[in-house]
């Protein structure tokens, strides 16, 4: 059974640095495109990067710069290092495939972004 698991979140303050983790079971991991997706109170979920098999990366504009998306295939782990946080960062973070598969939806972790 595919399990992703996201952990890593926390309350932090303007300016400030979190390193989110994802681990995956099973061959969810290997050979696809995984992305990390946030979900704000009141918002739509929303794709915030992604990265292939080979490493090649995507961002959305709003994180472009400040965040960055890493995976270790042998550990079957993907990381969003998010740097020079802002309150509208504030959401929930999920881990899965890119384009996303439902079941595949974790409980996510919180990131909570407030002075």
């Known amino acids: 059974q595919v399990q992703l698991v996201e952990s890593g979140g926390g309350s932090v303050q303007p300016g400030g640095s979190l390193r989110l983790s994802c681990a995956a079971s099973?061959?969810?991991?290997?050979?696809?495109?995984m992305g990390w997706y946030r979900q704000a109170p009141g918002k739509e979920r929303e794709l915030v990067a992604h990265?292939?098999?080979?490493?090649?990366?995507y961002y959305a504009d709003s994180v472009k710069g400040r965040f960055t998306i890493s995976r270790d295939n042998a550990k079957n782990t993907v990381y969003l290092q998010m740097n020079s946080l802002k309150g509208e960062d504030t959401a929930v973070y999920y881990c899965?495939?890119?384009?996303?598969?439902?079941?595949?939806w974790g409980q996510g972790t919180q990131v909570t972004v407030s002075s």
């Open positions: 899965n495939r890119v384009p996303p598969v439902s079941a595949y």
């Open positions: 099973g061959s969810v991991f290997s050979d696809t495109y």
């Open positions: 990265i292939t098999r080979r490493y090649s990366t």
